[in-house]
């Protein structure tokens, strides 16, 4: 059974800040990796799919990468802005419809 | 174009009542999704529909449980007497069901359940 974790559990960083969210699957045989955005009481945003194929993806200040071999993914994010905090999911599709998520690591960017 | 609606937003059920939860995907989207998030957890998932076809029901909790779309658009989630550890938010997600790792799930704002 496919496990996700995701480290660190929270972080506060101050504006202008560039950070990095850690994700770890324990089952490397995925088809993508994703990651996602939550924003309190609302649902997800797809931010970022890395095919499995694919080492990175970027969209504007986000750079995701994935490591199969290693079950690593990350997401960097540059020059953080108060807007960025929100709580970020990184999810492995096994199958063509079982995606497995983390917990999450909840960001909080100050100004 | 609208994205994923669901209704209601809240729901306070009694326990051992039962509920029924919408889900209304983006138009033309094949595939959809509910899953399960319990408070400060990743989402879990539930059951996958395509099209009227449900192909995965695994992650359904028990026999209390239970989803349809039966014209392939709309669809609900039923959950029959209601206990206090089905409290949640339930999401629904949809997409185009593209194959080889390149779909995109769409999520709804989600239900929250609470169950006295």
């Known amino acids: 059974k496919q496990e996700v974790t995701q480290i660190p559990a929270a972080l506060s960083v101050p504006e202008g800040e560039n950070l990095v969210l850690n994700c770890s699957f324990t089952d490397s045989a995925i088809y993508n990796l994703q990651w996602f955005r939550q924003d309190p009481g609302k649902g997800l945003t797809s931010l970022l799919l890395i095919q499995s194929s694919q080492r990175e993806q970027t969209s504007g200040r986000l750079n995701a990468s994935l490591d199969k071999s290693s079950g690593r993914s990350t997401l960097y994010i540059a020059a953080s802005q108060p807007g960025d905090s929100a709580t970020y999911l990184c999810a492995a599709l096994s199958g063509y419809s079982t995606l497995t998520f983390g917990k999450g690591t909840m960001l909080l960017v100050s100004p | 174009g609208a994205g994923v609606s669901q209704s209601p937003r809240y729901k306070v059920a009694k326990r051992g009542q039962d509920v029924a939860l919408r889900c209304d995907p983006i138009?033309?989207?094949?595939?959809l999704f509910w899953y399960q998030q319990a408070l400060g957890q990743g989402p879990e998932f539930l059951t996958y529909f395509q099209n009227e076809a449900q192909l995965d029901k695994s992650g359904l909790p028990s026999d209390r449980f239970f989803a349809e779309r039966p014209e392939g658009s709309v669809s609900t989630l039923k959950i029959q007497r209601t206990q206090q550890e089905d409290s949640a938010v339930y999401l629904c997600?949809?997409?185009?069901?593209?194959?080889?790792?390149?779909?995109?799930?769409?999520f709804g704002p989600g239900t929250r359940l609470t169950v006295l």
């Open positions: 138009s033309g989207h094949v595939s």
């Open positions: 997600a949809s997409s185009l069901g593209l194959r080889g790792g390149t779909d995109t799930q769409y």
